[in-house]
């Protein structure tokens, strides 16, 4: 069946015409087929069939929470044979215009949850009914078969730029399943597991949450917002089987006090992606989900999900030790080929993205063939390197890796965005290693540490963290400082470190770093905040 698979189309409808019967989509008390499914998907792409006069849509927003319009409307747009663009519900009038605006949307699915959608400059169909049969009740035959072509694009995701402007990340059929042929395959999915979603739609390791549910026969079940701040309580009351997200995740239940050894008997199959995965993290997760792998993803959306990955033993005493304190992020799945240039990842391969919607936001992106600076006035070719903006290091090397080619199966570290290494004092210094020292201290389940000019035009470090409790309303405890200075050179000890009851994270879970700056230089820091 893989053979088949060209598109995301293909790995849905071989599978609902394989297990018509198996659920598909549990959304609360909601619940649906994949023969269900596979119905609603072709008439909600007639109801958006009918909003464009008949004429198939290119490119198609989708502004949805998680209800049955979203998922049965990101089926629909692909039965279109057209490309999925998703919106956040909650983001702002400007944004969800720019992209609307950058993408050229023909059409914007939504599901009424946005209150200015009819501000964005598209056509909007708004399917508001919740209930399958609700819907139903008003929608046209099925639209006419369309067919996409490996080559054209499954989605469009807006990832945010160094400019502030988002930058539109195409990524074609062909991209998404090559990677799906090897990560569905190794995550282990299949008819009666329940696979999480703990992603939005606009955060790519949502495909793999769909994917891996809708290309097996195993059923989708996503998390509310409810469940999102009770994720224990989430995994265990819906019986999961199979878990991704991000690794902040973790220390939240851990804040909980709910990520008690053996307190998730259920679950198989575990990753983590979208940041570093802390070996503390890994550790809680693993006592917690005693029958379950725990694997530690990374890969930017213009390599198409995940790039790399690593299964941690069963055996704790095995597990690798980093000087950064995370777990590697693996080697480069087989399909893929790597270079480093001073130290900074270059991938390319069958999931490398064909280059930005605008292609003005290629240069300074990709390397040549032969690892000279690309010129972006000339074409771009699948034997350019992507450069990923994320140092590594080979986790067994015991000097700075070489630039070149990396040996197949290399299994490599994450040390940082190349932005995160920083001059102080006329050192350098790797953010992550003043973190993973701070985790380390009695207390501290997370950290974070950025470099903050001074008024003489120097850098200092500062750090937040978080513990099991909130931050002390009265007399702060002792400094972290003077523990820190047991650890690190006094070059690399934060001049300042604040205990918060939570870490700054983005929409898509990551840690919000410009957050914590703002934070930092606040001149009104919240009482019992300061260490």
Known sequence: MEDERRTLDDWFTLTAAAFPDAVALELGDTTLTYHELHALADHVAGRLLDRTSGVRPRRVGLLAARTTVAYAGYLAVHRLGATVVPLGPGSPLARNARVTTAAGLDVILTDGSCDHAALLPAPVLTLTATEPDALAATRPPGPPAFRAGPDDLAYVLFTSGSTGTPKGVPVSHRNVCAYLTHAVAHYGPGPGDRVSQTFDLTFDPSVLDLYAAWGTGATLVPATRADLLRP??????????????????????????????????????????????????????????????????????????????????????????????????????????????????????????????????????????????????????????????????????????????????????????????????????????????????????????????????STELAAVHTGMDDPPAAAPGPDPREALRELLPPYMVPSRVTAVAAIPLTTNGKTDRQAVQRLLTSDDPRPGEGS
């Open 232 to 457: 224990v309580r989430y995994a265990a009351t819906r019986a999961l089987t199979h878990w991704n997200s991000v690794p902040s995740v973790v220390t939240l239940a851990q804040r909980l006090r709910a990520l008690r050894p053996g307190s998730l008997p259920g679950l198989r199959r575990s990753m983590f992606c979208g940041e570093p995965l802390t070996l503390r993290q890994a550790r809680a997760w693993a006592l917690a989900a005693e029958h379950s792998t725990v694997d530690n993803a990374y890969g930017p959306t213009e390599l198409t999900i995940t790039c790399t990955g690593h299964r941690l033993p069963r055996d704790h005493a095995a597990w690798p030790r980093p000087a950064n304190g995370t777990v590697p992020i693996g080697a480069l799945h087989p399909t893929l080929e790597g270079r480093l240039l001073d130290g900074e990842l270059c991938v390319r391969g069958p999931q490398r993205f064909a280059g930005y919607l605008d292609p003005a936001d290629n240069a300074g992106r990709f390397l040549t063939p032969d690892g000279a600076p690309y010129d972006s006035a000339t074409p771009l070719t699948d034997a350019h390197w992507y450069r990923t903006g994320d140092r590594v290091s080979p986790a067994r090397a015991a000097s700075p890796p070489a630039d070149g080619p990396l040996p197949p199966g290399t299994v490599l570290v994450h040390l940082g965005r190349v932005d995160q290494q920083v001059q102080v004092h006329g050192y350098r210094v790797e953010l992550g290693e003043v973190e993973a020292a701070l985790r380390t201290l009695p207390g501290v389940l997370d950290a974070v540490v950025v470099a903050l000019p001074t008024p003489d035009g």
